[in-house]
């Protein structure tokens, strides 16, 4: 029977007569108005009796159990009475209680264990499991820097092979980015929600699926729509990884160890790079089935990229979920096995088995969401799984507005400046870098053009390529050109007469201003596009090329992977300098001087008039900035709570993605007008940043809260 229904007459003599209230006050082992509890009842004239000298009759009983009168119990301890009041006192249920006093009483269990897990995670150690989990995740994060490049080293081809326009190129090129935005966002909020390995998982396997159905796919718009989702499952790696690793991190590694991480987006960049320079030049690599479907080299290059994400997403079923994100939702025992797995992981690597985990209990903090429990027997199943998925995403909402509070207003509105204006020059820079170098490549290669004046040719065989010329005012009489290629070649005000086309492939060749009379063009790709302004006089074309075809390979395909190896290549340094100055100099030094160091680098490119000198600023920029994003990533990660982290990341994640957008369609415009636009407003956004930075918080003494 529950304690506040008993007797209390029974409480009589030695227990009953003596029961102490909270009034009284426990100093030093004695009570005001009391003897010293020494053992020995000193109250009136009762003889005293030692402590372990009790009846027999109450022998096995527990201090719950029932008491019968006349048991001397002795003087209890002020805890004890605390503990028994609150048992007999009728609880308040927590749906009456005011939700601000749920929320203050969440907030003090929070803090007590933000510093005991810190303790635990001490305790664990850092060995054999974190390095596991750190190669696992790197693999995820390696999948996230190859999505990056993938297109922009494919479009050459898959231009060609789909028929691509430039406003079709455009669009291909940023929808990887929106992708990203909104996974991020969506993402990284349901990690807070789901969990963390849960969503990871999600967020590789949609990557991995979409990736390899991609480069199956024949059609613009649904090779459009597949890295559309390709990107929105590989934008939710990025805040989940950093926010479950950081999880398994105590202080004093943190910094440090996330960005070691870190070097696996650069990994990433220097293996795409490799496998197109490896790949996409061999035209050979594919198959064709008939004249519809056509199998390229750089879909063989779209199907490899996607391997480290398969990899992480095997390697990760093996992987336990975040023991911190876990005692977040209350699941208490389930965090405490995973954190003794942990421990004795590490301790066995060490050759210590022996070591015991000596953590027995560990706080979780009050939970406050509501929860809404469906049976099975209400509804449809449709209506039970309507109601789950509103409910997670206003939890999900709820998380976003919560990053918009007043207590975390200001730091979400400083980084969101800091990440725009870094992703802006940033993304925007090395998508410029390869354009001007292009650019400043089709320079010379046009400076190298032949010209051919009124050149009269008649009855000869061309079959053989033409490369780089330019003819004006010539006359082809009786000619015949047969299986041969045209490559940047233009016929201006031109006579063609009786002549006759066979199986020729053109690339950015017209005529112009031309006359052709009694031709027969025969399995050609010499469209009508293809005659500008030109009259076509009992001229046949018979049996054109369909569909696309690829342009022979193009010279300057190695400097162009080149450059991208190299840009990649170029952060080691940065990722190492940053790694070991991570938690000496701390967060916010990192992100301001790397920023201020790189805005320096761009004022440079003014000086940048070769091939080799854009790339050689180009390696010193990449190497400068990587400090200022592995400082962001840590920096993000300690600024918001366990059930915020991953949201808030995914938010300024998304923003950042956004900037890249901006970046990549602004700077691009820009190529072979003027360097001047690109250059100042880099360098400023940098500058502007990397001031602003210095105002955030300093993280790297504070625990994960």
């Known amino acids: 029977m529950d304690d506040r229904y008993r007797n209390t007459n029974l409480y009589q003599g030695g227990r009953g007569a003596n029961q102490v209230s ?12 009391y003897a010293p509890n020494d053992g020995y009842y000193r109250g009136g004239d009762e003889p005293a009796h030692e402590e372990d000298a009790q009846s027999d009759v109450t ?20 805890d004890d009475i605390k503990e028994k009041q609150k048992k007999r006192a009728p609880a308040m249920a927590d749906e009456y209680r005011d939700r601000s006093d749920l929320m203050a009483e969440r907030m003090e269990d929070e803090e007590q264990l933000a510093h005991q897990y810190e303790n635990i995670i001490e305790e664990c150690g850092h060995g054999r499991f974190q390095w596991t989990l750190f190669f696992v995740l790197g693999l995820a994060l390696m999948a996230d820097g ?15 092979d789909m028929c691509l326009s430039s406003s079709n190129k455009g669009m291909l090129g940023l929808i990887v980015y929106l992708g990203m935005m909104v996974g991020a966002v969506m993402l990284g909020g349901l990690a807070d929600k ?28 649904f090779f459009l729509f597949c890295r559309l989702i390709s990107g929105l499952g590989i934008g939710g790696t990025l805040p989940i990884v ?12 943190r910094g440090e160890h996330l960005s070691w991480l870190c070097m696996f987006w650069m990994i990433g960049g220097i293996f795409a790079s490799a496998m197109a320079w490896s790949i996409i030049p061999h035209y050979g690599w594919g198959f064709s089935m008939g004249t519809k479907y056509h199998f390229h080299s750089w879909r063989v290059f779209v199907l490899v990229c996607s391997l480290p994400c398969i990899a992480s997403l095997v390697a990760l079923k093996f992987m336990p979920e975040s023991p911190r994100f876990l005692l977040e939702i209350g699941k208490h025992d389930e965090a405490w096995m995973i954190l003794k797995q942990v421990h004795d992981t590490n301790m066995r690597a060490k050759g210590e088995p022996e070591r015991v985990f000596t953590v027995s209990y560990i706080k979780t903090p009050k939970q406050v969401d509501e929860f809404i429990e469906i049976q099975s027997s209400t509804g449809t199943w449709y209506q039970r799984w309507m109601v789950r998925i509103s409910t997670t995403f206003k939890q999900v909402w709820d998380n976003v507005l919560y990053c918009l509070t007043a207590q975390y207003r200001m730091n979400t509105l400083m980084l969101a400046v800091v990440w725009f204006t870094m992703a802006l020059s940033y993304y925007g820079l090395i998508v410029w ?15 190298r053009v032949k ?22 005012n010539g006359e082809y009489r009786n000619d015949k050109f047969i299986g041969m290629k045209f490559k940047e070649v233009r016929f201006e005000h031109s006579l063609f007469e009786d002549c006759y086309f066979e199986d020729v492939t053109s690339s950015e060749t017209f005529f112009e201003n031309c006359t052709i009379i009694s031709t027969v063009f025969y399995n050609t790709d010499l469209y009508e596009h293809k005659f500008i302004n030109c009259r076509l006089i009992n001229s046949t074309f018979m049996k054109e090329k369909e569909g696309c075809h690829l342009d022979f390979e193009e010279d300057n395909d190695f400097l162009i992977y080149l450059v991208s190896f190299l840009g990649s290549l170029s952060v080691l340094p940065g990722n190492i300098i940053s790694a070991l100055l991570m938690d000496k100099i701390g967060r916010i030094k990192m992100i301001g001087g ?8 761009c004022f440079f490119l003014f000086f940048g008039n070769s091939e080799s000198a854009m790339i050689g600023w180009q390696c010193l920029f990449c190497g400068a900035s990587i400090a200022a994003w592995n400082a962001l990533d840590v920096i993000t990660v300690e600024l918001y709570p366990t059930d915020k982290r991953a949201t808030a990341f995914g938010i300024l994640n998304g923003l950042c993605k956004f900037g890249a957008i901006l970046g990549n369609s602004i700077f691009a415009s820009f190529v072979g007008i003027t360097k001047v636009v690109p250059i100042l407003l880099a360098s400023s956004a940098l500058v502007g940043g990397g001031l602003l930075s210095l105002r955030l918080p300093e993280t790297r003494e504070q625990v994960l809260m």
């Open 22 to 33: 909270d009034d009284y006050r426990y100093q030093d082992g004695n009570y005001e108005g």
């Open 59 to 78: 022998e096995g009983h527990d201090e719950d159990d029932e008491v019968y009168e006349g048991e001397y119990q002795g003087i209890p301890h002020p």
């Open 146 to 160: 190859v999505e990056v490049f993938v297109v922009g080293f494919v479009l050459p081809s898959a231009e060609k």
């Open 194 to 221: 789901l969990g963390r390995k849960q969503c990871l998982i999600i967020s590789l396997a949609i990557n991995a699926a979409f990736a390899f159905l991609s480069s199956f796919v024949q059609g613009y718009g």
């Open 242 to 253: 950093f926010a479950y690793f950081s999880e398994f991190l105590s202080r004093e590694k």
């Open 433 to 447: 870098f390869p354009d001007m170098i292009r650019y400043l490549q089709e320079e010379a290669y046009e400076s």
């Open 451 to 472: 010209v051919f004046d009124e050149e009269e040719v008649s009855h000869f065989t061309f079959n053989f390529t033409l490369e780089n010329q330019i003819h004006r």
């Open 594 to 601: 790397s920023m201020l160091i790189s805005a320096v680098c």
